[in-house]
């Protein structure tokens, strides 16, 4: 079994996805069910003509509402319908329908999550992951392995055992087949695609960690009965050209571990170096999947823009699914009061993508997400006609509770057609650049902020548009420990009502106006002038602007 240029079989999705999270509950008759695009759909999602993708992977769905839409999707060409159905909630009649219809319907354990679905079909579809290995290079270990699930699957084979890779922070990043030998440790980090807290702090407590960031080659972990542990190897995942001296010095970099859990045989001899082989190759997999960006992220950072040059849409839009026309939305996100060019929230960009795309993709099964260093961007084909800006709070919020991370939101909306959408995307940046404190906004409701914000920043970048009287104003305060330009700055912002400015500063009415008076004449200007006082409040933007 292989993934083609078309997709990958539904045999080598249920092969990585393991028994343990998904099993097929009905098989179609005839050809082998092929997988070339998965999306998440709530039940608000299921009316949407087409907008299941090749695998629709149901969320909150009841079982009654899965058997009526797919009832419902009888009636539509073939093309036009899901190929394959991954659900929690089943029942004899959706079992029934789906046999009718010829969809596949795959059962998927109550307690994994919906994004474990997600990211394993996404990963094969993009890497490859079933590829054989063959040629002069079919004997050398790992030889053909170009992404991480392949990379678990060959290793599995060669060592005989159940492989799981993750992150540096335990997270599940792929995983070989289980053939029904996983002990409780391996089906829980499966299942929660994270190794379950109590089982880290016992490994942490037994020192495996520390062994791991401090020792070269794999560390073994005994098993035992008492926990229902099998015997374990493990190895660090170290980036390429950190050493072991160097890591004994005090780097300890990782990029995460290599497991391998023994199944019902006890694992092959050399199980240890080919591990070790193993982590290097899941080191150069993850630097290079953290540094290059996907060929779908490509496509759709040339779609908004991105990238410069000029963009072929209609070829973009046939490589992505995407309709060319109807009215879509781009929507920015970037952190509240975060610097333009920092992103220094608790989560990493990338981590606050993932969440945001699942978000999308449940609310709008086309959508798209890409990133920048600072800011997220999501592309809605076809929106709705009420609801989206609810919706994107509500997302806010929860993204806010889960990560601690502010977030807030800029929106272009409607978008007449996909060659509109740079535009659009640039649009949002424009409101994204200047401090705002609304949760979600639009150009046309900030218009005020982003002008001023922008006519600041064209003051700014030009010396010859700089007043020096400003600054005249600022060194007469420093020489005599005076408030002259805070004094003003207040009358202005008041528009010159004295006994309201002279209130907020805390002064008597006549010491304002004799400051007012006396900064008239260090300014040689007149705040009675209307073009005196509009230079002024420029200069005093530009300069609060630049900090």
């Not at 053909?144 to 540096?168: F, H, K, P």
Request: charged fraction near 20%.
């Amino acid at each position: 079994m292989s993934t083609s240029a078309g997709g990958v079989s539904l045999a080598l999705l249920l092969q990585a996805l393991g028994a343990t999270v998904a099993t097929v509950v009905v098989q179609p008759a005839g050809a082998e069910v092929t997988i070339g695009s998965v999306v998440l759909l709530e039940e608000a999602d299921l009316g949407a003509p087409g907008a299941s993708g090749d695998l629709g992977v149901l969320i909150g769905v009841s079982a009654a509402a899965a058997e009526a839409w797919l009832v419902r999707l009888a009636s539509l060409d073939a093309t036009a319908r899901p190929r394959a159905v991954a659900t929690k909630h089943l029942s004899s009649d959706l079992h029934a329908a789906a046999a009718r219809v010829g969809v596949a319907l795959i059962a998927v354990h109550p307690q994994a999550r919906a994004e474990l679905v997600l990211a394993t079909v996404r990963s094969l579809l993009e890497g490859g992951a079933g590829q054989a290995v063959t040629g002069d290079r079919a004997d050398e270990p790992l030889a053909g392995e170009n992404d991480l699930y392949g990379l678990a699957q060959t290793l599995a084979a060669l060592t005989g055992g159940l492989v799981s890779i993750e992150d540096e922070r335990s997270q599940l990043l792929a995983y070989s087949a289980t053939d029904g030998a996983a002990d409780e440790l391996r089906m829980l980090s499966i299942l929660g695609r994270a190794g379950p807290a109590d089982y880290l702090r016992r490994l942490r407590d037994r020192g495996v960690f520390d062994r791991l960031r401090t020792e070269p080659g794999a560390v073994e972990v005994p098993a035992d009965d008492q926990l229902g542990w099998r015997r374990r190897l493990v190895v660090d995942i170290r980036p390429l050209g950190i050493s072991d001296a160097g890591r004994r010095a005090g780097d300890r970099a990782s990029l995460g571990t290599i497991w391998i859990q023994e199944g019902r045989q006890p694992l092959d001899q050399d199980a240890g170096s080919v591990l070790e082989g193993a982590a290097a190759i899941a080191a150069r997999l993850i630097e290079r999947a953290r540094s290059a960006p996907t060929q779908e992220a490509l496509q759709i950072q040339r779609l908004l823009g991105l990238r410069g040059g000029s963009v072929d849409v209609p070829s973009l839009a046939a490589a992505l699914s995407l309709p060319s026309s109807g009215p879509a939305a781009m929507i920015g996100l970037a952190q509240r009061g975060a610097a333009a060019a920092t992103w220094p929230g608790p989560v990493p960009i990338t981590d606050l993508a993932a969440a945001v795309r699942l978000h999308a993709s449940a609310y709008a099964p086309e959508s798209l997400v890409a990133t920048t260093d600072v800011r997220i961007y999501v592309l809605i084909p076809r929106i709705r006609a009420t609801g989206l800006p609810r919706w994107i709070a509500g997302m806010l919020d929860r993204l806010a509770r889960r990560t601690g991370t502010d977030l807030r939101a800029a929106v272009a909306a409607p978008v007449a057609a996909l060659a509109d959408i740079g535009a659009a995307r640039a649009e949002v940046d424009r409101v994204l650049d200047r401090p705002g404190a609304v949760l979600v906004t639009t150009l046309a409701e900030s218009r005020t902020s982003v002008l001023l914000g922008e006519i600041a920043d064209l003051v700014a970048g030009h010396d010859q548009l700089r007043d020096p009287r400003l600054q005249a104003l600022i060194e007469d305060d420093r020489a005599r420990g005076g408030a002259l330009l805070p004094s003003v700055e207040e009358y202005l912002d008041r528009f010159g009502d004295v006994r309201a400015a002279a209130a907020a500063l805390h002064i008597h009415p006549n010491t304002l106006r004799y400051r007012v008076r006396r900064a008239e004449q260090v300014l040689d200007m007149q705040l009675s002038n209307p073009d005196d006082r509009l230079l002024l409040q420029l200069q005093i933007l530009r300069r609060r602007r630049s900090g």
